[in-house]
């Protein structure tokens, strides 16, 4: 399995600014997802966009998977206090039954 | 909606005692995964399983085991808990082994060892 690894570390942004956090990756992948975690409870999943598909949405998301530098980006339009998570990517391979999960950017909205 | 659920969201042990915490999956899911989570260090995988009665390691199995007996249940279990298993302990299961699938966590478990 492979291990993304999201950057930044942690972001402050205030409520109704544009979020953007960002995924590298070393190996090929099938698809790549996005989770989020609010604070002490398990992940969710956000959204999936796979190898042969360069930008995905779904409501306020926007994904974007450049498979030449091996790295995706996720852009959080007019965030809101309940934005506040922490957010992880996981790069799936072929084959693999598991996901690795980095460390995860610390998303803060100040309302 | 898929429902996973862990039996307790927050337990206190002593050290040296036996541990098991449960996690149960509604949706006939065929693979279902343990990780533990710390500060600084993200999710690592420990246990995953993939049919019942299969087992396969993680990242960091040493000092955990893990019974999966039905389909719907996956068990870990610590043997002899230590104070370095203090940590917040999330199950996860997913569908099949088709690229497209997505995990599915429960709450999570917050487990201290004194």
């Known amino acids: 399995s492979q291990q993304g690894e999201e950057d930044p570390q942690a972001l402050s942004i205030q409520e109704g600014e544009n979020a953007t956090m960002n995924c590298s990756y070393k190996t090929s992948i099938n698809n790549l997802q996005w989770y989020r975690q609010n604070s002490g409870r398990g992940l969710v999943h956000l959204i999936l966009?796979?190898?042969?598909?360069r930008e995905k949405h779904s409501g306020r998301l926007r994904v974007t998977l450049d498979t030449s530098k091996k790295s995706s980006s996720l852009l959080i339009t007019a965030s809101r206090a309940a934005d506040t998570a922490s957010y992880f990517c996981a790069p799936k391979g072929a084959g693999s039954y598991q996901l690795t999960f980095g460390k995860g950017t610390k998303l803060s909205v100040i309302p | 909606d898929v429902k996973v659920t862990q039996s307790s969201r927050y337990l206190v042990k002593r050290t040296g005692e036996k541990v098991f915490l449960e996690c149960v999956q509604d949706m006939d899911h065929e693979n279902m995964f343990w990780y533990r989570q710390d500060p600084g260090l993200g999710l690592r995988l420990i246990y995953f399983?993939?049919?019942?009665?299969?087992?396969e390691k993680g990242d960091i199995p040493e000092g955990y085991s893990v019974s999966r007996e039905k389909k719907e249940r996956f068990s870990l279990i610590l043997e002899s808990a230590s104070t370095n298993q203090t940590s917040m302990y999330l199950c996860?299961?997913?569908?099949?082994?088709?690229?497209?699938?997505?995990?599915?966590f429960g709450p999570g478990t917050r487990l201290t060892v004194l």
């Open positions: 996860a299961s997913t569908r099949g082994q088709g690229s497209a699938d997505t995990q599915y």
């Open positions: 966009i796979r190898s042969n598909e």
């Open positions: 399983s993939y049919d019942v009665k299969m087992k």
